[in-house]
């Protein structure tokens, strides 16, 4: 964040009207009318610039002015800061119908840099790549650099790659392969300071150096070390820097002259036709010479990172220089597949040397992605490579932020060639998901990518139990952070016959050890889940508090929806009954966070309402689990979603038009446990409070009664007993204490609908019980039932509100 003072100038800038604006850019107006333009331009171009970049909105200056400053920064005679704050203020301005700058005939490679930036900020980057090319093509006068030039020139192919013709990106090519491959491996020569001891004589110039302080016996390459350096150098580092964009847009297939017509940033990562890597004697096209010098530049930058650097940012340059190589080296083998067979040896003895090195672990990232593009073709088994990227590294980095940013962005880019080509992949799912559980909200949009390509038949158990425990995932690998971080003589195992006082002394307690290491493993293992995770669960309610647990479960529910999303696409009958008789275990087995479980219970409820419909027979064949659930009158109150949605499932299918397996005896059974709950939360006690759900739980057990006693007749005179008594329970003070005026008005006239309905057994029994709805008019009769109701309800009572007491 910026300081205080830059908080308070910024504040200033912004605030500045329009008029006072034009009176401070009058001031500098005249100051660069001086003779020579001192400090004090610089400091009111300085305030300027500020004045005109710190707001969103356009700032308007005089035309004049701003033909004054184009004037100023074309002068050779303006001093370059004063140039270089010109340009700055000039792209701020832009696009600006009052700039008159062209780049055609300027020579100066600096002022061209300099008048191109702001053409591009104008939009007119086709000029700018034309004019810029024609000064890199000729040979530069005495004291001019290319260096300036590159930093445009790839600006130019960021904004618009079509822009330069086929001829033209062959002289950039040629440039660029010599600039890569010739450098000079001499040191550059210290300006002399022109001082009274200056020594009129100049010093050989001295090799450069290693990252190991070795002098350098190959040729220069951005790891190579110098006090000083020289032009070409410069170049080569540039070059480096802007290699692999420039190959991603023209190293591919030929490319046509610029014309308007032409299609833009067309496919170029095609194979190449030419041969193999050119031989000694033998002149290359542009094009393929620089894929081959480049090649070479990125085999040599690999081979200097085995060097142990004696200073740490060489270190680091090390490895942001190694990533780069082998994406360099991927992007050539695309384009050119006869240097597979070179890059994969090479990049397998990499991987062998690096794979130990944490340090690495994101250039182990380009190494899997080479060989998830070029296994096949060089016919080699990378399974080692994948087994050892999904399996060590979210382990023990996951609380890395930027690196499980690009590892998750890695599986999300290849998820289809890993679901396709790799059990690994799927297999290390609870290993990924430890980068979720750390790093929730950053990473909740790559997960909802990921996620479809993770599941399937073998996995989908597994993961919606992962994810139900997600957020004790996460405080349980704050735990093994902290166990780690003990100092040794702390680490001693605990007492096997003491109860743990502490998570951190559980960590390592035989009753808890296997408890976490199955919540912590690294692979799909089914096989080896403890019998219960409850006393883990207990035990890590601690931290449910910790804010990193409390995001970590704001993103379950999403990612619950989309499972379920998923399952539905290929589960079959078997895997959904497991679905449901899991669905109503789990929801007394969650992490104790109050938000946290009813967020999930909502999800829970609403998904099995869909599994439901996807197979109306499991209300049969679940008989059991479903009565066991729905017999338990605190579900209907601690999981009212999930128990009005299992309610309704029961009303809805229990029925021989869904499974001829139905019979009257499960109905009555059904009946008889609804029944039971639906007496206990409406009857009213003397001194004791009415339990407490909510309405819409009382209207759907009503309905799901009067469902089945239209099913079973012999049942309608409990229903019509128990809707009649609804007029007394919604006027009982302990009623009207709890719920509103609109709620109980809403169960009132639902019981009056039911119980006029009951009254014609046969209507009822054909609006509850329609065959199943495979036809247009039998899913509108199912659709229309509230119709239907108020129809009855209508021929039966005209006079609304008649219910006897």
């Known amino acids: 964040m910026f300081t205080a003072a830059a908080e308070s100038f910024l504040r200033q800038a ?93 020579q100066d490679t600096k002022l061209l840099s300099l008048v191109s930036s702001v053409l591009l900020a104008q939009g007119e980057v086709a000029a700018v790549g034309q ?52 450098a000079s ?55 480096f820097s802007m290699l692999r964009n420039w190959l991603l847009c023209y190293g591919g297939k030929e490319l046509d002259t610029l014309n308007p017509g032409d299609k833009a940033g067309g496919d170029r990562s095609v194979t190449a036709t030419t041969p193999a890597p050119g031989t000694a004697g033998q002149l290359l096209p542009p094009r393929e010479r620089l894929r081959d010098k480049a090649f070479e530049y990125c085999q040599r930058l690999v081979e200097q990172s085995s060097r142990r650097p004696l200073k740490k940012d060489d270190g ?38 690096i794979c130990g090195d944490a340090t690495y672990a994101r250039a182990l990232l380009p190494i899997a992605q080479f060989f998830l593009n070029h296994s096949k073709l060089a016919a080699v088994d990378s399974d080692a490579i994948y087994k050892h990227l999904f399996t060590d590294i979210p382990a023990q980095l ?10 998750v962005q890695f599986c999300k880019d290849n998820s289809q060639l890993f679901a396709d080509s790799s059990s690994i992949f799927r297999q290390s799912f609870p290993n990924l998901f430890k980068f979720l559980a750390w790093n929730s909200p950053p990473l909740i949009s790559e997960f909802v990518d990921l ?12 993961i919606f139990h992962l994810l139900l425990d997600l957020p004790c995932l996460t405080a349980a690998l704050d735990i093994q952070l902290r166990a780690a971080a003990l100092p040794a003589s702390d680490k001693a195992g605990a007492d096997p016959a003491g109860k743990p006082a502490t998570c951190l002394e559980a960590f390592r307690h035989p009753l808890y050890r296997s408890m976490f290491q199955y919540l912590l493993r690294t692979r799909s293992a089914p096989e080896d889940a403890p019998e219960s995770l409850v006393p883990l669960r207990q035990l890590l309610g601690s931290l449910a508090g910790s804010p990193r647990v409390v995001q970590c479960a704001e993103t379950v529910p999403v990612l619950l929806e989309l499972f379920f999303r998923v399952v539905a696409e290929f589960a079959d009958g078997s895997l959904i009954n497991q679905l449901v008789v899991l669905l109503l275990q789990r929801s007394d087995q969650l992490y104790e966070i109050p938000v946290f479980k009813e967020d999930v219970y909502r999800v829970l409820g609403s998904q099995l309402a869909v599994l439901c419909r996807l197979r109306p027979a499991l209300v049969v064949e679940l008989s059991t689990e479903i009565l066991e659930f729905s017999g338990a009158v605190s579900n209907i109150q601690s999981k009212e979603a999930i128990f009005t949605h299992m309610a309704w499932a029961v009303g809805e299918f229990l029925s021989v038009s869904h499974d001829k397996r139905c019979t009257v005896e499960q109905i009555t059974r059904f009946f008889e446990t609804l029944e039971a709950v639906f007496f206990e939360i409406t009857q009213l006690r003397p001194q004791a ?45 302990a009623v009207t204490s709890v719920y509103c005026e609109e709620d109980l008005e809403e169960i009132l006239i639902r019981a009056t609908e039911l119980m006029n309905l009951l009254k014609m057994p046969s209507v009822a029994q054909f609006v509850f019980t329609p065959p199943v709805a495979s036809t247009r008019f039998q899913r509108e009769v199912n659709d229309s039932l509230p119709s239907a109701l108020r129809m009855v309800t209508q021929l039966l009572e005209p006079a609304a509100g008649s219910m006897p007491v």
Not at 142 to 170: D, H, K, M, W, Y
Not at 190 to 210: D, H, L, Y
Request: with cysteine.
């Open 14 to 106: 912004r605030e500045i009207q329009e008029e006072e604006l034009r009176r401070f850019a009058a001031r500098v107006s005249a100051l660069l009318q001086g003779p020579e333009a001192g400090p004090e331009a610089v400091d009111g171009l300085q305030r300027l610039h500020l004045a005109v970049a710190a707001t969103k909105y356009p700032r308007k200056l005089d035309g004049k002015f701003v033909e004054q400053l184009q004037t100023v920064l074309c002068s050779p005679k303006s001093p370059e800061q004063i140039q270089v704050l010109c340009a700055a203020i000039l792209r701020e301005m832009s696009p600006c119908s009052d700039l008159i700058l062209s780049c055609d005939e300027i």
């Open 131 to 182: 004019r810029v090319v024609q000064v890199l093509e000729r040979r530069l006068p005495e004291g001019q650099s290319a260096r300036f030039l590159l930093p445009v020139l790839a600006n130019v192919i960021s904004l618009s790659p079509e822009s330069l013709t086929e001829e033209q990106t062959n002289v950039v090519s040629k440039k660029l392969a010599d600039w890569l491959r010739y």
């Open 185 to 239: 491996i001499q040191q550059g020569m210290a300006q002399p300071s022109g001082g009274f001891f200056s020594s009129p004589r100049t010093k050989q110039p001295a090799p450069v150096t290693e990252v190991d302080g070795a002098v350098a016996t190959d040729f220069f390459t951005v790891l190579s070390v110098a006090q000083h350096y020289t032009q070409d150098q410069w170049l080569n580092v540039q070059t």
């Open 316 to 353: 680091d340059l090390q490895k942001a220089c190694l990533i780069e190589a082998v994406t360099i080296m991927d992007i050539i083998c695309k384009q050119d597949s006869s240097y597979v067979c070179r890059a994969v040896s090479f990049l397998k003895t990499l991987h062998s040397r």
């Open 398 to 407: 996951f609380h890395n932020p930027s690196l499980a940013f690009e590892f």
């Open 451 to 462: 996620l479809p390509f993770l599941l399937d038949p073998g996995t989908t158990i597994e």
């Open 689 to 733: 409070s009415t339990p407490s759900c909510a309405p819409r739980a009382i209207s759907v057990l009503m309905a799901t009664l009067t469902k089945l006693a239209a099913r079973s007749q012999d049942l309608i005179p409990r229903v019509s007993m128990f809707l009649s008594k609804m007029r007394t329970f919604v006027q009982s003070p």
